[in-house]
């Protein structure tokens, strides 16, 4: 019995491990992706703000009027000509890792 219980321990903690390991790292794929034109922290460079108006500062007004799931819906359709679609460049569980690091972004102090 003893013997069952180590194995089946092992087969669960490997599970586990593995699936942490396949969990996107949101902050990851942000500075990989979004970080060249909404900035660091989620505010747009300067440069940015010219080319683009409209361009999302990531604070707590965005977040208080974009949901995960909204933020989502615009990585994977894009948004007019500024902002091109990530589908087919990031899984969903990948834009769903980028859009919760979004919100983290708003509650995190400015600089």
Wanted: proline letters at 5%.
């Amino acid at each position: 019995m003893r013997g069952i219980a180590i194995g089946l321990f092992l087969i669960v903690a490997g599970l586990v491990q593995r699936s942490a390991a396949q969990t996107p790292d949101g902050k990851t794929l942000y500075e990989a992706t979004c970080k060249k034109c909404h900035g660091v922290l989620g505010t747009p460079p300067k440069s940015m703000k010219e080319r683009f108006a409209k361009i999302a500062t990531f604070d707590a007004a965005f977040i208080a009027k974009h949901t995960e799931d909204s933020i989502v819906t615009v990585l994977t359709k894009g948004k007019g000509d500024d902002m091109k679609p990530f589908k087919g460049k990031l899984t969903p569980a990948e834009m769903a890792a980028v859009a919760k690091y979004v919100h983290e972004l708003a509650i995190r102090p400015r600089s």
